[in-house]
Every structure is written in C-alpha cells, then in structure tokens.
C-alpha cells in the first residue's frame, strides 16, 4: 500500500507536460456541508484534519473561494447550472420542493455541467445529495444514488466525474446530540475537541453549552476528515489518484447563526482544496502547497470541470474557468446573494473583492434575526436569546439582535475579517462605497436579478406566460430598470408616483420603499396607499397595507386587503400576507381564528410557522408547530 494514501515526486518544473486534450483527467469533488475554513492547513490550531492537511499540501489552497448564497440549495444550483440564483429564480430557499405546490424551474435549453460531461465522453455519477432548488425533469447523471461510484464506469479507459456528498458536518450534526454522537462514535479521543479550548467568536455568549457546540463541530469535522482519507485512499488503491484532479470544498459557511444564512464571510467563504496530478502539471495555478489567493465563485465550478475535461461551456453560464489553459482574466469582484431563507424574507446583496466587500439590504426595517423555526430551536440561539433577555450580550453580539439594520455596509476584510466595523459611514471611504455600489447596480441589471420581483408575482407571471422566470424577464423586462431604481429609492415623491406604474412589481416595492423610508409618509401619500389596498394585484395591495401600518394607519379596508390574501390560492401571497400579521399584533388579534384555521390547514408550512409565531407573541404561548 503506497505510504498514506498517495505520494508525489518532488522538484518538477514545467515542461513536458501530457495533452490534456488527448488525455483527459479524471474528476473527483468531495463536497462537503456547513463549514467555513476550519481545517489545520488553513491555520485553524483545534481542527484536527490530517487528510485534508495532507491534500492541501500537495495541491492548491484557495483562501478566497466564495459562495454565491450562504445556504444549501441555492448555494447547490449556483454550482449545477453555473449560473446565479438570483437570475434564474432559485434563489429562496426551498422555492422547490414536493410541498410547495406553486415553485419555478429552470429553463429547459439550460444545460446542466454532467450532461455537457457526458456528452463529451465522461462517466458521470452522484453520490447521493442534489439539492438543486428546482425541479429537474430530466436525468443529468449517469447515476445518482446512494451506491453511485466512478468504480461502475463502463471499462477503465472512461474517464470520469464524480461526486462523493458528506453531510456529517450539517447544522443539524451540531445541535441533535444524538445524531452527533451517532456519527463520531468512532472518533479516537485523541482527535476529539476540549470545549475549553475553544475560542468563541465575539457575537457569541461564552457559555458552556455554546463551547459544547463549537467542539461538536470541530468533531464532526474530524470525523469527516477521515472519510476524505478512505476515498482517497479508495482512488489510490485503485490506481486512479495519478490521473484524477481532485476538489475539496463545502457548500456554504459553518451551520450556525450569523454564518449560514447570512452574506458575512462566515456565511460564504468556503475551503477549497485543488490537488492536480503530477502528469497534468501544465495547469498548476502556483506550485504544490501553495496558497492561491484569486478569487472563486461557485458559479466558477461548473465552467472550471467542464474547461479541464476539453468540453464546451455554454454560453448562459455566468461564472468562468479558474484552472486550464487560456483562461479569462481573473474576476476582481464575487457577487452573493440572500434570498427568502425558509419563512423569511430579507433580500441582500453583496459584492466582495479581495479586500473589500459591500452589503445592500433591501428590506432594513426588518430585524437582524428574525424568527426562523428551525435556527430558533437550536440550542445556540436558545443561549442567545436568554442572553439577550438577561442584558448580558457583548456589543458585537448586540447587532444579532437589532431591530433594524442598516440600508448598506462596506467592510474592510484585511482589517477585519470577522466584518464588525462597518465603514459606510466612514468618509475615507466614500471612493469605495461609491464604487462598489456602482458594481453591485450594473450587476444587478447585467443578470437581471428576479429577486427583486416578489416571489408570489413571480410565479403568477410564469404560470401565465408559460416561461420560466429567466426566459419571461429577457422578453419582457424593460420596467427592470426603474425597478432598481425604485426598490433603493428614499425620496417619497418618487414612490408616491411608483404606486401608479403599470408594472406590479414596481407597484410592489414603491410601497416596499414607503415602508422602508425612516421619516413618518405623508397625507397625500397615506390617500393614495388606501386606494392601493384596492390594486388589482392582491400583492400590491398586501405592500400598501404595511406600509400604511408601520405609519399607525389601521382600518376596515386593511383588514379586508388581508383576509383576501390569507384566502389567496399563491402560497407565497398567504406567505407574504402572513408575515404582515406577524408584525403587527394588532391585525394578528382581529384575524387570529382565521390564523388558527390555517396554521391547522395550509399545506406550506412556512405559513403555519409564521402564524404559529405570531399567535405564540399575541397569547404569550409556546406552540410549536413541523
């Protein structure tokens, strides 16, 4: 047996290098979920990852790989399709699943990466998680199963591409105790993690049962770090590991709060891990064991495998090859994206250099953290809250727990890359803020970002038409402009006349603005939202009744334009109308029997949960509901 898992000759320059054209490489990604860059080779002194060290060491690690959405399933569909979710329409999380019945897809002309793999001779398989956000109709894989392996390829002369999915580091794997201590019973004591030793981030609580939590984690990290050294060790025995390029990476940030979920580094920033074979040297990026600084974007992935295998990108994917020949300039700006996070809606946006990145938040009225069914019952956040309550919080930990957040955010990630100090209002910074609000607008309109239509319009216009978002909108969409204009705005006269446009979504986000506007809206503008509450698209009129009730406006009308939402066939406008009683008690109060009604009825359990919540603060209760 080769000495741990496989051995590399030393001293190589060059030159002489195979045709990989001629010689395609094998490709292996082992993808993980939910951590950030916690292994030993990326300087953490408690990760005990000797496999991964060892890969690291003779391949390339990447210390500014990015996330294009810091959760699961966008985060999965930025890498399928190369492309962003916010302009495919996949960016909410779970905007399909079996349950929800009114969900998107994507185009069929979009091709995903192992079809155009396929096509171009590879054996493709995926063991086992997809996850796309969507609904795929067609079979991309060759096999996607739990016993789906590069081992079943039809002879040994196939080259292939496959994906082997761990999950024993998800959130989930950090807050079930069961399951955690189910999935490291093996783990030697010698790798496991002191609670003591940890250090707590800032915005944390330094308690016992949150020092338990960050050890859990370092644990299952452990754990899956041997798994990573028997699939290594797996391709080496095979004969493989000299001819197959390998990528290690996670699909988000650390399952946490303030890191999954959210648009910090915490939440995006991921480990990624490139060992290339001696025989392809011609594509190294530096030499072995470097640290390689450029930036990655997950829409990167899909256009890098497809360029290293000698198949034809696309033209509709957005991200560019980062490894091979004949490369693209490298990218100077990595985009990310939050959309609606289970039953929450708080659209952000981000771009981020290499040093820089910059956070627009559409929706600032709404808190830091809001309540989200599954994050709210882990113990961090039980710890969290009795904090809160207890007035023992740091001030970085204060922000967690804001009931506003600012409309924008520049941070300096060289001087602060745990991103607590904002500059925006930093006037030596002006020239950067500038800029790069300048780049995050033009890249909003160059993908045509569908985040900001609001997801029950969204998929009424694709049931209408016919089309998948991203179709409709190219055809369609010259009101695209004066709706960026319109969701950033804070001139109320500007609004006033947004609430007229003939556009529903523009509609929708003039009375998003009046909403978000810091001063109290005036009395023409307070007559003319009453007559909106009347719009003809139900949704329109569900914005006007927020606004009007954020400005202490309350009557008949609003109640009607909030029944007739609850009643409405779009799931995503009882959604949409369910969040509106959530945040005002008093309408919860006046509707609670038909809240009740369709926490018991309603088969999208993010409207059982929102009421479920609003119901729970209007009675002082703790129900709980799936």
Not at 389 to 410: D, F, H, I, M, R
Not at 470 to 484: M, T, V
Request: hydrophobic share 35%; net charge negative; with cysteine.
């Amino acid at each position: 047996m080769r000495k741990y898992f496989f051995s590399l000759l030393i001293g190589f320059g060059l030159n002489g290098c195979l045709d990989v054209s001629s010689h395609p490489p094998n490709i292996l990604w082992i993808t993980v979920e939910d951590i950030s860059p916690d292994l030993g080779c990326y300087g953490d002194p408690l990760a005990q990852t000797p496999a991964l060290d060892d890969l690291a060491s003779k391949g390339f690690r990447y210390s500014n790989a990015i996330a294009n959405a810091p959760v699961c399933a966008p985060a999965r569909n930025a890498i399928i399709t190369g492309m962003y979710p916010s302009a495919l329409g996949t960016l909410h999380m779970r905007s399909f699943s079996k349950e929800m019945k009114s969900s998107g897809r994507v185009p069929d002309h979009i091709q995903m990466y192992p079809e155009l793999l396929r096509a171009a001779g590879y054996y493709c398989t995926n063991n086992s998680k997809e996850d796309y956000n969507f609904d795929l109709k067609r079979n991309i894989w060759d096999e996607s199963s739990k016993n789906a392996h590069w081992k079943n390829r039809p002879n040994s002369q196939t080259p292939f591409f496959s994906i082997f999915n761990l999950t024993m580091t998800h959130e989930s794997c950090i807050n079930n105790k069961e399951k955690h201590d189910r999935l490291t019973q093996d783990l030697p004591t010698a790798l496991r993690t002191n609670p003591d030793m940890v250090a707590v981030p800032p915005y944390y609580p330094d308690t016992p049962t949150i020092r338990t939590l960050l050890a859990r984690h370092y644990d299952n990290i452990a754990t899956m770090d041997r798994k990573v050294a028997s699939i290594l060790k797996e391709l080496d025995e095979a004969g493989e590991l000299e001819n197959t390029i390998v990528f290690f990476y996670s699909d988000h940030g650390t399952g946490l709060p303030r890191h999954k979920r959210w648009l910090f580094d915490t939440g995006v920033k991921v480990p990624l891990i490139v060992y290339i074979p001696e025989k392809f040297q011609s594509l190294y990026p530096s030499q072995p064991g470097d640290e390689v600084d450029q930036l990655v974007s997950f829409v990167d992935l899909a256009p890098t495998a497809l360029h290293l295998a000698g198949a034809q990108i696309p033209s509709n994917m957005q991200g560019q090859a980062f490894l091979g020949k004949d490369l693209k300039t490298e990218r100077e700006y990595v985009f990310i994206a939050r959309g609606r996070m289970d039953e929450r809606y708080d659209m952000q946006r981000g771009v981020r250099t290499k040093r820089y990145k910059y956070l627009r938040y559409y929706e600032p009225k709404k808190s830091f953290i809001q309540y989200m069914n599954t994050p709210e019952k882990g113990p961090l956040m039980t710890e969290l809250r009795k904090a809160e309550k207890n007035g023992a919080l740091s001030p970085e930990a204060l922000q967690l727990v804001s009931l506003t957040k600012p409309k924008e955010s520049l941070f300096d990630l060289h001087t602060d890359p745990l991103e607590l100090n904002d500059l925006s209002n930093d006037p030596n910074q002006m020239n950067q803020l500038k800029r790069l609000r300048e780049v995050h607008d033009q890249w909003m309109i160059k993908t045509k970002d569908v985040g900001l239509i609001p997801e029950p319009i969204m998929r009424n216009w694709e049931e209408k038409s016919g089309q998948p978002i991203y179709d409709w909108i190219r055809k369609q969409g010259d009101f695209y402009e004066i709706l960026i204009q319109m969701s950033s705005s804070e001139n109320e006269d500007f609004l006033y006349e947004g609430l007229n446009h003939p556009n529903e979504a523009v509609r929708y986000w003039a009375g998003q603005g009046l909403y978000n506007l810091d001063q109290e809206i005036s009395d023409f503008t307070v007559e003319r939202l009453h007559k909106k509450l009347n719009d003809s698209i139900i949704n329109v009129g569900i914005s006007a009744a927020r606004a009007l009730l954020k400005n202490q406006h309350s009557s008949k009308q609003i109640i009607n334009t909030l029944v007739r939402g609850l009643e409405s066939d779009n799931e995503w406008t009882r959604l949409q109308t369910a969040l509106v009683l959530d945040d005002f008690s008093e309408v919860m109060k006046t509707l609670e029997d038909k809240a009740q009604e369709l926490i018991k009825t309603d088969y999208n359990k993010y409207v059982a949960r929102v009421l479920n919540h609003g119901l729970n603060q209007l009675r002082g209760t703790d129900n709980e509901v799936r």
